[in-house]
């Protein structure tokens, strides 16, 4: 099982600053089939970015993704008031498709 | 546009059984994958299972294997998931998503279904 690991578990900042996010797999997804999730309190998880440096439909190009074999990075350029929420990492290439532990960006 | 919603959350006694459903429309269901994953309260996502399109095709997480079920009914354009023998620990909201053939990831989810198992 491909284990994910996010760092940091919480990220404080301010509206304006830009936000990194980290995503490490225990093993190297040769595909490069990692997705980042954002949640926002009461809702469901949205797809913000696919194929690890993709952005789904509608996502503001504020939100970028890079990275590949075992590291990963989400990067909102200027965080906006909205941006504030918990974001998931995913592996999409091996069953089971496992979930990082989350980090929550907080004001 | 997409929509998945599910329904047949509720309070159930640990041992017991319950059914989910995910009515899925906006697309042609029977083309795509479709998945399970939980949350616990205040907790991250648990990725569940996935079923291929056309039901051919299943995986689960070692933690429900062998108590849950995921199927699928084309002609319904619905999702199931069957949950035996559940625990505590089961305790979760419960999310059908799509499987996404371009993006290869989860594009759409539901807006999920509380299962409490409690006694």
């Known amino acids: 099982e491909i284990v994910l690991t996010q760092s940091p578990g919480t990220l404080s900042l301010s509206p304006g600053e830009r936000a990194t996010l980290s995503c490490r797999a225990s093993?190297?997804?040769?595909?490069?089939?990692l997705a980042w999730y954002q949640q926002k309190p009461g809702q469901s998880p949205r797809l913000l970015i696919y194929?690890?440096?993709s952005r789904f439909t509608g996502i503001p190009d504020r939100f970028s993704g890079s990275g590949s074999g075992t590291d990963f990075t989400l990067t909102i350029s200027t965080l906006e008031p909205e941006d504030f929420a918990v974001y998931y990492c995913?592996?999409?290439?091996?069953?089971?498709?496992?979930f990082g532990q989350g980090t929550k960006l907080e004001i | 546009q997409v929509h998945l919603v599910e329904s047949g959350g509720g309070v159930v006694q640990p041992g017991r059984s319950l059914g989910l459903s995910c009515a899925a429309s906006?697309?042609?269901?029977?083309?795509?994958?479709m998945h399970w994953v939980r949350q616990a309260p205040g907790k991250g996502l648990e990725w569940v299972a996935v079923?291929?399109?056309?039901?051919?095709?299943?995986y689960y997480a070692d933690s429900v294997k062998g108590r849950f079920t995921i199927s699928r009914d084309n002609s319904k354009n619905t999702l199931y998931l069957q949950m035996n023998s559940l625990r505590a620990e089961d305790t979760a909201v419960y999310y059908c998503?799509?499987?996404?053939?371009?993006?290869?990831?989860?594009?759409?989810w539901g807006q999920g279904t509380l299962v409490t198992v409690s006694s």
């Open positions: 998503a799509k499987w996404g053939a371009v993006t290869m990831s989860l594009d759409y």
């Open positions: 079923i291929s399109y056309d039901g051919s095709n299943k």
């Open positions: 906006g697309f042609i269901f029977s083309s795509y994958g």
């Open positions: 093993q190297s997804l040769s595909d490069n089939y």
């Open positions: 995913q592996q999409c290439n091996n069953v089971p498709y496992s």
């Open positions: 194929g690890a440096s």
